[in-house]
């Protein structure tokens, strides 16, 4: 069978599948049921009793002396009629769902006036009351006027909101997806919505016409908005576990959500500490998300919509811990693709969204302090830097040489301090400052947030390290060493939020973002590392700034004839700058020590700029419903990003001449005065014609998609994306340029079947693709600029195919409950993994990305969330919630070159994935306590016999509890790494690196208003 029918036959299973599982809620729905109706009688603020309900016309119930009356009704268009000796009849008109649960409270007002009736339902409510008998206003034709209602910051759905039209007694609460329905005479009308979390809103000249259908969405903005963290105890605020929750169930494909609450609660500094703990997740060096086990590589980001550029050059997802949860609202993991999507999409798309405007204002101010056991008071190593290094610049006591640099001369460097020195380390400590508003103008809404952070923190750690060769087709030591290093992280964060609502839903809103993290090492590498001397000591001092600077626009429109446009606009700066990076070696000759002089001291500086662009434009047309298809929608959207990349690099050596009789064994301060080089010392300009270049990367796009509701039970999202690819990189010197060109057809497919009104059921597939690296398709040598690795340029690099298939059951039992379970697969063509180029004759051994043949990756997930209070015991707000994930991946390879294994794992991904938590959520206290645990990763694959490198199974225990007292104070402690376990890699069953990390532990106070 050739692979075009083997598609099609899989499609046409999955469909089939699909039939089967559709058929019995069909059936089900064939077979008429009543529904239950409450009945509440109030005379003004008593309750009324004697009151005779009829049901079309015929009496069907009595009110009790509490005012109540139970009755089941059939399903259809119904007339209820409230009748009591001595008082005018009232007439409630419903259209009843089969198997709804209804509950009518009706207050009797006196002297002749209009009834209150509050309807509260178990599905969508539409519904037309009169009074008196009247048809309306003047007896004529109606119209229907429908609507949703959703939180303005996250537009996640806002259930229980009472709806109120002018003129009308119609008074209705919104479902739990946030939908009304409703019967109106022809004419104009006021819409107001009241919810105890929200403000309110009210929307006029909202016209129904006869025999026609008037939508309307509201959006409803939480008060007393924050950008900080705040309390929650109620549902559907933004950023709460009911609303993330809510947005998970409504998605369009596979979808996790983490809310504000949810990372401010569990003490979540940065997206990548809270994404630690979704599903199938794992994160790499503390900043890189892997999800369900595949290479980082594989994981997309994009900001409100817009994809997000790296400032690492050796990685394409951006690093996380730049995105401190203050300036979150939510972060969505997208598991399975829909078509308005990047088609890079790969493993799963992670949409950091930021907050928005507040609905009145607001300030802040949280400072903290903290402190690591493995760093806090230890004698941690440090050396002369700059005057700016506690803001996390360089304030040019780390310049090199410009202009020609053929023959730099020790004046041309900006730093002379090399010595490095043991200083006792101090604490970890905060600042945080927010503040906003909004006001009302007859022309519209306007407002403002603005925020600003800064952190600093050090951490200390001795690593053991051995490295292994084949004696005898065993495993023998080669090289044995500690490697012990000191870290000064700084953070730096800035946003500024304008924007502007006018008119019926327009709206314009202004991001403007500074993210800067700063890691200034010193480390030394102390034992065994070479052969030929029983002791070295390898000395570094690498200053690493990594920025990002982002100006993004968002517009929202709801345009005539129900048409929505939404367009995002994008342009930025992503730099990565290691200046002056020197490195040395003192041997060791019994208890004395000197200056390695065949390699003196290497500096090297290294910058990498992208400067990107992006904009999207997406299109929402509205399709009507007819019959069996309850609502359909199209989308189409363009989109274009763009990146412009200069790279640079130049290496120093500073080498002494050994016949000068120079004093080796002299501090490295000594040895490098610029005053005593003279004739004793050369500078060499190791720089070679590849170590920089430019790239460019440009992605146009243009999508169509389908969203169609059958019968209110099945939802289709079907979709087909383009995209034209223009990648290019020219390295300098005569190194000859490399890349391509290429167009692509992504089509992608969802189902949900709603088993019922709180579980649903997702198929989903999708075909997208993963573009290499630009530094991965030059034809050059580089270096990693973190590790020092030296990396083989392959310009025969193709994209990669992916192949995905997604099934997962969900059940929500209650708003802030659930239960999943999923099974995915995904099938790549020509994966990029690292493997080994043999070079120079065989005498040494390069890393180089390759396309492999082919990789598979199979799993499940399951994931729960229960109220305690509600299903065991304890008080309210007392909650767990658990996930794992089994995942099996295998990557294939006919030539295997250097590598051991021609069938391995993927890099980075774990067999299996724990986590659980469990908190207590109150009025003034908070308390959360959580554990993660990833199993056996692959490090890197053995070459040339050796093993491949695992870590080993890791687990990690942390504690966040906060306190408000008074009024505008908030008390923060967080404990993390409680169990400090030992991190260990191994080879071949013997340990090749170990090392701890400490337990960190900090209390923040905050002040608002």
Do not use: C
Not at 135 to 142: R, S, V
Not at 548 to 558: C, S, T, V
Not at 646 to 671: I, K, Q
Not at 675 to 704: H, K, L, Q
């Amino acid at each position: 069978m050739d692979r075009t029918k083997t598609s099609f036959m899989k499609k046409l299973g999955l469909l089939l599948l699909l039939s089967v599982f559709a058929v019995p809620q069909v059936r089900a729905q064939e077979e008429p049921a009543p529904a239950d109706l409450s009945m509440f009688v109030f005379d003004d603020e008593l309750p009324l009793s004697d009151v005779t309900i009829k049901v079309d016309g015929r009496p069907q119930a009595v009110t009790n002396d509490n005012g109540a009356a139970w009755l089941l009704i059939g399903s259809g268009k119904r007339k209820l009629t409230l009748e009591k000796p001595g008082r005018a009849s009232t007439e409630i008109r419903l259209k009843v769902g089969r198997g709804e649960n209804l509950r009518v409270i009706t207050t009797l007002k006196p002297e002749g006036g209009k009834p209150e009736v509050d309807i509260q339902s178990s599905g969508p409510r539409e519904s037309f009351l009169a009074v008196g008998g009247e048809q309306g206003k003047d007896g004529g034709p109606t119209g229907t006027l429908q609507g949703r209602v959703v939180s303005a910051e996250d537009g996640g759905p806002v259930s229980g909101a009472r709806v109120f039209i002018s003129g009308t007694p119609v008074d209705m609460q919104t479902d739990k997806e946030g939908r009304f329905r409703t019967k109106l005479p022809e004419g104009t009308y006021s819409l107001s919505v009241i919810h105890g979390d929200y403000s309110t809103q009210t929307k006029d000249g909202i016209k129904v016409g006869a025999d026609k259908t008037a939508k309307a969405s509201v959006e409803l903005t939480p008060a007393g908005l924050e950008l900080q963290d705040f309390v929650v105890t109620v549902p559907y605020i933004e950023g709460s576990v009911a609303s993330t929750l809510s947005q998970q169930e409504e998605a369009s494909g596979v979808t996790e959500v983490l809310g504000a609450d949810q990372m401010s609660r569990a003490g979540d500094s940065d997206a990548a500490d809270a994404l630690a703990r979704v599903t199938g997740l794992t994160i790499e060096d503390g900043k890189y998300v892997v999800i369900r086990g595949q290479p980082a590589r594989y994981t997309a980001t994009v900001l409100n919509g817009s994809p997000l550029p790296s400032p690492d050059p050796m990685r394409r997802i951006v690093p996380l811990d730049l995105f401190p949860t203050g300036v979150l609202s939510a972060i969505e993991v997208q598991k399975s693709y829909t078509s308005d999507q990047p088609g890079t999409f790969g493993a799963g798309l992670i949409d950091l969204r930021t907050r928005g405007l507040p609905e009145s204002g607001f300030g802040e101010i949280e400072i903290g302090a903290g402190l690591n056991t493995q760093s806090f008071g230890e004698k941690g190593l440090t050396y002369e830097g700059g005057g700016s290094d506690w803001r996390g610049v360089d304030d040019g006591s780390r310049s090199g040489p410009s202009g020609d640099t053929t023959s730099p001369v020790p004046g041309d460097f900006g730093n002379d301090e090399h010595v490095v020195q043991r200083e006792s380390l101090g604490p970890d400590r905060s600042l945080a400052v927010a503040g906003g508003g909004r006001i009302d103008t007859p022309v519209g809404k306007y407002g403002a947030v603005a925020s600003f952070s800064y952190d600093q923190k050090w951490r200390h750690r001795k690593e053991y390290r051995t490295i292994y060769s084949l004696g005898g087709g065993e495993l023998q030591k080669n090289e044995e060493y500690t490697l012990e290093r000191t870290d000064r992280e700084v953070g730096v964060g800035g946003m500024l939020t304008l924007g502007g609502e006018w008119g019926e839903d327009q709206s314009i809103t202004s991001n403007t973002f500074l993210m800067r993290k700063t890691r200034d090492r010193t480390q030394i590498a102390d034992g065994e590392l070479t052969a030929e001397y029983q002791r070295s000591q390898e000395y570094r001092l690498a200053f690493n700034r990594r920025a990002l600077l982002l100006q993004q626009l968002i517009g929202q429109h709801k345009l005539p004839l129900g048409l929505g446009l939404d367009w995002r606009f994008l342009t930025g700066e992503a730099e990565r700058e290691l200046p002056d990076r020197r490195t040395y070696t003192y041997n060791f000759l019994g208890d004395e020590s000197y200056l390695r002089s065949d390699i003196g001291m290497e500096r090297k500086f290294n910058t990498v700029k992208d400067d990107v662009g992006a904009y999207s434009a997406d299109l929402t047309v509205p399709l009507g419903e007819a019959g069996w298809l309850s609502e359909a929608e199209a989308k189409l959207g363009i989109s274009n990003s763009s990146k412009d990349r200069e790279s640079d690099t130049a290496t120093f050596s500073f080498l002494p001449d050994d016949e000068a009789g120079v004093d080796l064994t002299r501090d490295p301060n000594a040895l490098f005065d610029p005053e005593g080089y003279g004739d004793a010392f050369e500078i060499r300009n190791d720089t070679s014609p590849g170590d920089s270049y430019t790239g460019s990367v440009d992605v146009s796009s243009r999508y169509a998609m389908i969203n169609l509701e059958l019968m209110k039970a099945l939802k289709l999202n079907l979709g087909v994306r383009q995209e034209q690819v223009d990648m290019e990189v020219a390295p300098e010197g005569d190194n000859p340029s490399s890349g391509f060109k290429e167009t692509r057809t992504l089509p992608g497919a969802t189902a949900t079947w709603k088993i019922r009104e709180d579980m649903n059921l997702r198929f989903a597939f999708s075909e997208t693709y993963s573009l290499p690296m630009l530094t991965e398709i030059a034809p050059i040598v580089y270096s990693d600029p973190d590790t020092g690795e030296p990396f083989q340029g392959n310009p025969d690099l193709e994209p990669v195919d992916i192949r995905a298939f997604d099934i997962r059951w969900e059940w929500y039992p209650s708003n802030a409950e659930m239960l999943t379970l999923a099974w995915f697969r995904k099938a790549y063509e020509n994966p990029i993994e690292r493997s080994f180029a043999d070079l120079a004759g065989g005498d040494r051994t390069l890393n180089q990305m390759r396309n492999f043949d082919q990789a598979e990756v199979n799993g499940f997930e399951l994931g729960a969330r229960i109220d305690l209070a509600e299903r065991l015991w304890g008080p309210e707000g007392l909650y767990a919630q658990a996930n794992a994930a089994f995942v099996d991946s295998n990557v294939s390879v006919e030539d295997a070159g250097l590598a051991t294994n021609d069938s391995r794992p993927l890099q980075g991904q774990a067999p299996w994935i724990y986590n659980l938590q469990a908190g207590y959520a109150g009025d003034i206290w908070d308390l959360t306590l959580s554990y993660n645990m990833v199993g056996e990763r692959l490090y890197q694959a053995g070459i040339q016999g050796l093993p491949d490198v695992y870590l080993q199974p890791v687990a990690y225990l942390d504690l966040s509890s906060r306190l408000q007292f008074g009024e505008h104070w908030f008390l923060q402690f967080k404990a993390g790494n409680l169990l400090d376990p030992t991190i260990e890699y191994t080879q071949g069953g013997r340990g090749y690196r170990t090392y701890q990390k400490g337990r960190d532990f900090s209390l923040s106070l905050k002040w608002r208003y």
